[in-house]
């Protein structure tokens, strides 16, 4: 299956054939939209059938977009245990940005948080607008909240 088979199969109707990519996805860090999740899908799906030794079929792209969606953490491990140079340049258009984003990524939302706001507290002694920061922590905070439940 070609790349843009698959990427019509996960943001287009299978029976109508009207695309669906713009469907927002809910709390997930590989989007926020179906279209969004599609390349991490994609990728995930590519990466385990590639090690399985099997040809890519519909049904393994059904599952790797459910776990795309539901933010599972399958697909960040996937990525980041059996992707190489090729395949990080295709996700993130380049090796270096893809394994940076993938280093942030996989870095513990507790050290995140302490990041965010101590960027935050940076910014306002300095006298500058904190918003996008305090934005940040918040969201953050609550995934924390969420991830302790």
């Given at each position: 299956m070609t790349?843009a088979h698959?990427f019509?199969?996960?943001t287009h109707?299978?029976r ?7 469907l927002r ?5 590989y ?5 969004d999740?599609?390349p991490?899908?994609y990728?995930?799906?590519v990466l385990?059938c ?10 393994d ?9 539901n933010?599972y953490?399958?697909i ?7 992707a ?18 993938l ?5 513990p939302?507790?050290e ?11 910014l ?11 934005q940040?922590?918040?969201?953050l ?8 439940h």
């Amino acid at each position: 299956m070609t790349r843009a088979h698959a990427f019509r199969y996960l943001t287009h109707d299978a029976r109508t054939g009207e695309y669906t990519g713009g469907l927002r996805v809910p709390c997930s860090r590989y989007g926020r939209t179906e279209q969004d999740c599609a390349p991490w899908a994609y990728l995930a799906a590519v990466l385990v059938c590639r090690e399985a030794g099997a040809e890519l079929e519909t049904h393994d792209l059904d599952y790797a977009m459910g776990l795309a969606v539901n933010d599972y953490d399958d697909i960040l491990y996937a990525v980041t245990q059996y992707a190489n140079d090729d395949d990080l340049a295709a996700l993130f258009g380049s090796a270096p940005l893809g394994r940076e984003a993938l280093a942030e990524m996989n870095t513990p939302l507790g050290e995140r948080y302490e990041a965010a706001c101590a960027t935050a507290a940076r910014l306002y002694a300095e006298g500058k607008d904190t918003t996008e920061a305090d934005q940040l922590c918040d969201v953050l905070q609550g995934m924390l909240g969420r991830a302790t439940h």
